[in-house]
């Protein structure tokens, strides 16, 4: 009776072991079922998104597109309107300045040409060549400033005189004169 016993003890075990088994191939057919669900669900979910996004980046992109030629056509009208501000400021500027160089031009002209209508006649005078004349010897700015050997200035009745003196040596000296 214990072998039929024991046999009896073997089949329950092995029948308790073919329910686990068959409860446990049950739950994982369950879970591989739900695996398939939710992967199936983030594939469907993936593909939408996907299409979400591409089609907010086109949107975006046209926005981008239409704010970049609304900023280059805003720039563009800008940089004209500087450009004629400036052109405008500058001939008026010259236009301005023009006429007011025709009213003290002309006399400073005038001026300064008989300035040099002057200069060069007394250039052309015996004093005027004598004086050219000693600025080539190098003697003008000598003679004008009372700068050479043995010669000394000092100041009389107001005014400065240039005088001769002998030096050391009792020898006088002076200016080439030409």
Known sequence: ???ERELDDGLAAFDQLGRE????????????SDQAARNQQEHTLSAEMRAALKQATGASQKALQASQTEI??????????AFLIVLVAFGGGYFFGQRAGWD????????????????????NTPAGQR???????GSLDMLALCKGDGWTMER???????FPKLD?????SGWYIP
């Open 1 to 3: 009776m214990t072998d």
């Open 21 to 32: 088994m068959a409860e446990t191939n049950r739950l994982l057919r369950a879970v591989r």
């Open 72 to 81: 280059r056509s805003s720039l563009l009208w800008t940089g004209l309107t």
């Open 104 to 123: 003290t031009g002309h006399a400073d002209g005038y001026q300064k040409a008989r300035n040099q209508e002057a200069a060069a006649s007394w250039a």
């Open 131 to 137: 004086a050219y004349g000693l600025d080539q010897l």
């Open 156 to 162: 009389q009745k107001g005014r400065t005189v240039c």
């Open 168 to 172: 050391a040596k009792g020898n006088l």
